[in-house]
């Protein structure tokens, strides 16, 4: 079923300052994620499973690669008025990039005029889950609001981490709270659990377009939905309900997978999330034909497990091997492969994300490593085994002793 009556903006400009420095030649959603897709495929997925098919994807940080993403992998039918557009910063109200959230989306206001929705969907393009918008679009119809906004339920003890949303009995919104330090007000009848702002909206385009414009032109403000819109409207008396996220349910969805949202703003996280897709039951199931994920289809060969020869065998336990990769007498455990990646003889790799076109050499031994891009890695090297020794060779090491070699890392 096509949605024809909202339009859907992605926030698809972020630094992503802490996935660094797998954010330094690219903005946060163009980085890979599970072998073969990027993190902006999961909300484009979302909406397409939805219905819905008027897509304005905004780029700004670095956009080059997300660019290219887009445009080769993800071609709608103009026909049927459906397309996923790009939609790069222009300075079409001044001299500034994109001041914050809410300006991104007054820069670009001439595209909700054209269209003229009667719904505006403003959603990021940088969180790993999935979703049938349809349903948070039917409860703003339900509830007659002005604006819904998406929340996800947490533990109180990890408030602190996130925007919190308070709500009264019927669930409109009440107040808002970015990374309290205090105990915030819990869900009503849930003592042990809070809501954290998703940052996905759902507008009456009137009410978007003249809360926009009049916050322009307020001097002091950050132009940010989470820190000016909202509160303006909320202090206004406007309808803003909050969309339980947990209640979603797409097609196909498993018990474990119902509420799985992950921020992977962090190394830490990034990696966390992508160990967490080779579990023989995954929260995260990629595999389903009820609600496919998509992306680019390269036009690589099967991945190739060869050698069996005495101590030289090649394969792989508990890891995703994407298109085009050749294990070659390595072993691997517990990893994620993107797609070219060749591992040769006698190499063990553990608990690792290889990206596009790495190349481990003979005897290396690599542990709770991210490889970034077009890396050559020489025989007999270690990483991930003496961090002090990994830091000393310019690479990034996380809080949670994720080594990160960065993209063309020459060693």
Not at 117 to 122: A, E, F, L, T
Not at 196 to 208: E, Q, R, T, V
Not at 221 to 241: A, C, Q, R, T, W
């Amino acid at each position: 079923m096509s949605i024809d009556d909202a339009l859907v903006m992605i926030l698809a400009g972020g630094e992503g300052k802490r996935l660094y420095p797998l954010t330094k030649d690219r903005a946060k959603p163009a980085v890979p994620f599970g072998g073969r897709y990027r993190i902006i495929d999961f909300v484009i997925n979302n909406f397409i499973n939805s219905g819905f098919f008027k897509i304005k994807v905004l780029t700004q940080y670095k956009s080059d690669s997300l660019n290219k993403h887009i445009t080769r992998g993800w071609m709608l039918s103009p026909f049927l008025n459906q397309y996923i557009d790009l939609a790069p910063a222009q300075m079409r109200t001044g001299s500034d990039w994109y001041r914050g959230t809410a300006d991104a989306i007054y820069q670009n206001m001439f595209h909700i005029l054209d269209e003229d929705p009667k719904y505006v969907c403003i959603f990021g393009g940088d969180h790993i889950y999935k979703m049938d918008v349809s349903q948070m679009l039917d409860f703003h119809k339900s509830k007659n609001a002005d604006l819904s906004i998406s929340a996800i339920p947490i533990p109180v003890e990890d408030a602190s981490e996130f925007g919190i949303i308070e709500v009264d009995d019927n669930w409109r919104l009440t107040n808002f709270v970015e990374k309290p330090k205090t105990a915030p007000k819990t869900i009503p009848g849930n003592p042990n659990m809070c809501l954290a702002s998703m940052g996905n909206y759902i507008f009456n385009k009137d009410i978007l377009t003249d809360a926009l414009e009049r916050d322009d032109k307020i001097q002091e403000s950050s132009h940010d939905f989470g820190k000016n819109v909202i509160p303006m409207l909320l202090n206004e008396g406007k309808n803003i309900y909050i969309y339980n996220f947990y209640d979603n349910n797409c097609p196909g969805m498993s018990d474990a997978e119902r509420g799985y949202w992950r921020d992977v703003g962090s190394i830490d996280s990034y990696w966390q999330a992508n160990m967490d897709l080779l579990q023989a039951c995954p929260e995260l199931d990629l595999y389903s034909k009820d609600w496919p994920i998509r992306t680019f289809n390269y036009n690589y060969p099967p991945a190739k497990f060869i050698w069996q020869d005495g101590d030289r065998v090649g394969m792989a336990t508990n890891s995703m091997v994407s298109e085009g990769c050749i294990v070659s007498g390595g072993v691997l455990s517990h990893c994620v492969l993107s797609p070219k990646v060749r591992i040769n003889s006698y190499s063990m790799v553990c608990d690792s994300i290889l990206m596009e076109n790495v190349d481990v050499g003979r005897y290396s031994k690599i542990r709770k490593a991210i490889i970034d891009k077009n890396v050559k890695i020489p025989p007999n090297t270690r990483i991930g085994y003496n961090w002090e020794e990994d830091v000393k060779r310019g690479f990034h090491v996380s809080p949670g002793g994720v080594t990160v070699v960065p993209k063309g890392t020459i060693l």
